[in-house]
């Protein structure tokens, strides 16, 4: 039996990552040999962009559920690669507002039949593999029921139920 699935939800965290890693770099490759210059990293900040624009920083994180600071960091690396600019937010000068540039917009328009094929190709997958149709779901679930009750809560609770402390 392969080490990963023997140690069940033990290495739950690492699964998921190492299947994620494996997609990007997949995708990245996918990228690369339409001779496109994307990171599969990109696609969540661009997708929001390709939705609407300008989109303050801070929604963009909202919208990711990730910390202002990953998606500052994401921005200022794409506006080093002329992709994206700011602006001061006309209401609040302290919020940025985040848009493509023009070279950003040309590169959107090159990765979209991309985005589309890899739908495509993930439904053929899920298709022919009965089990995996239910893994966005399933990962839906799981997502919200660590938001209602962090894991770390979780765990704390089994250690104490199954493991008291000794006085």
């Given at each position: 039996?392969?080490?990963?699935?023997?140690?069940?939800?033990?290495?739950?965290?690492?699964?998921?990552?190492?299947?994620?890693?494996?997609?990007l770099?997949?995708?990245?490759?996918?990228?690369?040999?339409?001779?496109?210059?994307?990171?599969?990293?990109?696609?969540?900040?661009?997708?929001?962009?390709?939705?609407?624009?300008?989109?303050?920083?801070?929604?963009?994180?909202?919208?990711?559920?990730?910390?202002?600071?990953?998606?500052?960091q994401?921005?200022t690396?794409?506006?080093?690669?002329?992709?994206?600019?700011?602006?001061?937010?006309?209401?609040?000068?302290?919020?940025?507002?985040?848009?493509?540039?023009?070279?950003?917009?040309?590169l959107?328009?090159?990765?979209?039949?991309?985005?589309?094929?890899?739908?495509?190709?993930?439904?053929?997958?899920?298709?022919?593999?009965?089990?995996?149709?239910?893994?966005?779901?399933?990962?839906?679930q799981?997502?919200?029921?660590?938001?209602?009750?962090p894991?770390?809560?979780?765990?704390?609770?089994?250690?104490?139920?199954?493991?008291?402390?000794?006085?």
């Amino acid at each position: 039996m392969s080490f990963y699935p023997s140690l069940g939800f033990l290495v739950f965290g690492s699964r998921l990552r190492r299947l994620s890693e494996y997609f990007l770099m997949e995708v990245n490759k996918v990228y690369e040999q339409a001779g496109i210059p994307f990171d599969a990293s990109w696609f969540p900040v661009f997708y929001v962009l390709s939705k609407q624009q300008p989109v303050p920083l801070i929604d963009i994180a909202d919208t990711l559920e990730i910390s202002h600071s990953a998606v500052s960091q994401m921005v200022t690396s794409l506006r080093k690669k002329g992709l994206v600019k700011t602006a001061p937010c006309p209401d609040d000068g302290r919020r940025q507002l985040v848009m493509l540039t023009k070279k950003g917009e040309d590169l959107l328009q090159q990765v979209q039949p991309i985005w589309t094929a890899i739908s495509g190709a993930m439904t053929q997958l899920t298709a022919s593999h009965k089990q995996s149709r239910q893994i966005l779901d399933a990962i839906a679930q799981v997502e919200q029921a660590v938001q209602q009750v962090p894991l770390s809560a979780r765990i704390t609770t089994e250690l104490v139920q199954t493991h008291p402390i000794q006085q």
